[in-house]
């Protein structure tokens, strides 16, 4: 009983050390990118509908990247858990190199897909000028996101959230002052999405150049660097890829889910997509309880497997869902009583206004929902499952699909038939793979292996 009290508390301590910074960091940088949406808003409503659709194409573009992040970082965890520099050296050079890579190919690829994606998200053709500017920029300028999402995984595999939130903190305000400049000292009619933009690119190189300069201080000035050789080098990126591709393909696949699904809002208009846009806002703020404990749980985890401490890893899952519905319930009440002001910062539209405010409602039990799902996968792909919650997406998805069209067109309940088919894919999922969690975390069998053997 001593024992487990101890665990519990260290759980407590390093779950809240873990924690803060990163709620803090979604927090400061949700406000920032607000106040950044403000100025592309002002600047123009239909800018700010093109972004809300395409969006979702280059975030399924940047998840590529992450094909190499969630791989390296399952195997990384657990080697700063064990003490092993050395290797951790090795992987995080095999990380780098292979994302930079990567970037560049993946950048000239989607470069010919641009005018395929326009109309794949139903944007009307007299905005199809504006959003291929924006989709030339984002999606050829996209190495740089990848360079920044594989540090940002590196320093949280070692528990630094704090240098991941002075990171985006950094990247979120660049852009925030460079929107900022192009509105007030722009003619209003030379100003271009093409510079909005352009301003998100040189924030994400900022991002870069500080986590560079603090890897080399807080770990290879401590550490020889020895770089891996060609065998080793294949032999960690094929681990890599064991993980990162099922792990990687499972948020790829459900931002594909999340386009189609979008395109379904096309189909509804553009005041559906602006509407859809406006309770992103909301949405980013009611979900920063889940990614904030989801980021630290995931790291905590891989740790103690390093550590082989399977009591530990399992109480912290617990620990960490009862603290996501919490914070996730809190957030959510407030945002949702300070709703109306904070939307006539956006629109006058009081038809606008009382269907975000609607959705809201619906959005709050979709959040909740999303606790248990996220958590569930993040604990799987810590300890190496990763198959499971790949299949399970594709299975979910299809049911969001089925809701969403069945309710939201056929029988024309619009984006709140739409809402509840994310509502039946987060519930599925997050019941099936929590179950799945409990099961391989039973017992100590868990830490008795290898991830990157």
Known sequence: MVMKNRIQKKGHTELLRMTWPVVAELLLTGLINTGSQYFLNAFSTDAMAVVGSLSQIVSMVINLYTLVSIGGSILLAPMVGAGRQKDCGKLIDTMLTANLVFGVLVSAVTLCAVYPFLYMMNIEPAL???GREYLIISLGLSTVQSLLITYTAIFRSFGHMKDVLACNFAVYLTCFFANMMIYYLMPQGKQRLLFYTFSGIIGQATG??????RLRSFFWKQNKREKPDSGE??????????????????????LIAQIVIVAMIGSLGTRALLIKAYLGNFAAYM??????INTAVFVLIGQYLGEKNPEALRSIFREGLAAGILITLTVSAGLIAVSRPVLHLFT???????????LLYLQLIV???????????SGLKAVGETRLPFIMIIIGSLLDFAIAYGLGIVLNWGLYGIWLGY??????????????WYKITRGNAICGRRLDE
Do not use: N
Not at 233 to 254: D, S
Not at 348 to 358: G, H, K, M, P, R
Not at 424 to 434: F, P
């Open 128 to 130: 199809y000028a504006m």
């Open 208 to 213: 870069v150049i500080y986590l560079h300069l």
């Open 233 to 254: 080098r294949m032999r960690l990126l094929k681990r890599i890829l064991h993980f990162g591709i099922p792990g990687g393909m499972e948020g790829i696949l459900y």
């Open 287 to 292: 979900s920063i309880g889940t990614s904030a």
């Open 348 to 358: 006058y539209d009081e038809s606008i206004i009382e269907q975000v405010q609607a």
């Open 367 to 377: 959040e909740e929902a999303r606790v248990l799902a996220a958590l569930a996968v």
């Open 423 to 436: 509502l039946g894919d987060l519930v599925l999922r997050g019941i099936v793979e929590a179950l799945r």
